[in-house]
């Protein structure tokens, strides 16, 4: 029989909770860092996403917290994207509320005034993006000096999105005697320097290999025009079932959802300009298997870890060979195989062969052939009807009119028509042009004419400087 919870040293209360949760044995990271996690030893892990690593560094974490005073919150978690740091939140809850302890995540897009009540009330675990936190920070609504642990969590994806300043902010002003755990897929050079300057000592971990396995995937590189992806991606994921479709904007993505979902494949779209609200929602529909497919921006879906993911779509080719196996990682996680599919115009064709050697593969272009994906399991989920939707005219599921060329033609005739023989209708009404009264003008430069007067009692010349005087 293997390593079990027990024998890491935690606390039996903790291992009833997971064991409830259907978690009995622990992962290799976990095997690896929670005893010295629970030792208080600063460690530093490189680790796969999807590796277990949440609870290899939640479990020490929730160990070694004390109850916090009010706005002087004790652990600290720090995550790229708020998707991450609501997984996380999800996680940690249910394991703190053994030892009653508060766990608030802090991210923007949440109302400043909600957070800080929360604050106000007392936690002691804040999982927290930087920008928010430090937002809050300057806003005097906490302090971290009483933080006493401290985990960065995905810090290369932090030294990618630019994160890597505020972080050191941040840990400045923690405790200087805290411990620090760090976790991520690389240790390049940007996270070599992190490591040195805050860490002290730390127990090095690594797990899997150092960089995403792309023999686990079985990848395409699909020839086609640009008229046929839609087509060739709903196909593809009724083929595969669960995806993550990435696209290189928000417009894409939007654009990209209202095609599939007009493909009849049940989808949720993901990116930065949606309110928490809607990604919340993109997140829990995709997780709970209410649609097939997630359609993201490669920025929003950072950090996200869903198991069971078949199949990734590049519908835009990624930036390079690192962005397109970020992008791959979604799938063949925890010994599983998945399918990456790229989805090539001729034009690309260079760029894709510039990321395929980045990446360390090899892949001829060809024209799609769906004989030659792998099998699935598959359980298709339509596409959803809409309730503002109805089964003639009205809105589609985006919000746009649906063309009809008779009523679009019809409406326009009538907008003319009333304009014509009806002043008032719907149409701009027309007013006769006002050149004011004869007073009002202008005299003329030069001597003007003067008109006789008509035959009638009373008459007078016509208008002129002279004749007003």
Known sequence: MGVSFYDLGIDPALVHTLSRQGISEPFEVQREAIP???????ICCRAPTGSGKTLAFGIPLISRTEVAKIELPTSLILTPTRELAEQITKVMKPLAEVFELEVLSVYGGIPYSKQRRALSRGVDIIVACPGRLIDLLEHDALSLEHTQTVVIDEADRMADMGFLE???KILD???KDRQ????SATLDDEVADLVNKYQNN????????KEVSMESMNHFFWLIKSDM??????ESIRKCGRSIVFCRTRLGVERVGSELEREGVGVATLHGGMDQ?????AMRDFTSGECSALIATDVAARGIDVEGINCVVHYDPAENGKSYKHRSGRTARAGATGTVISLVQHPQKKLCSRIQREAGIKIAFRPPDFKLLPEYDVKYVPGPRRKNESRRGGRNSRGNRPYNKKFNNQRRNNRGRNSRNNRNGGGKPRFKKDSGSRHDRQPRSGRRKTKKSGGGRGGRSGYSRRARN
Request: glycine share 8%; proline share 8%; charged share 20%.
């Open 229 to 234: 992806k839609a087509n060739i991606t709903a």
């Open 277 to 281: 609200r809607q990604r919340n929602r």
């Open 173 to 175: 002003q923690c405790a």
């Open 166 to 168: 505020p972080v050191c």
């Open 36 to 42: 010295d996690g629970m030792l208080g030893h600063d």
């Open 202 to 209: 730390p127990v090095t971990i690594e797990i899997g290999p």
């Open 180 to 183: 620090t755990i760090l976790f």
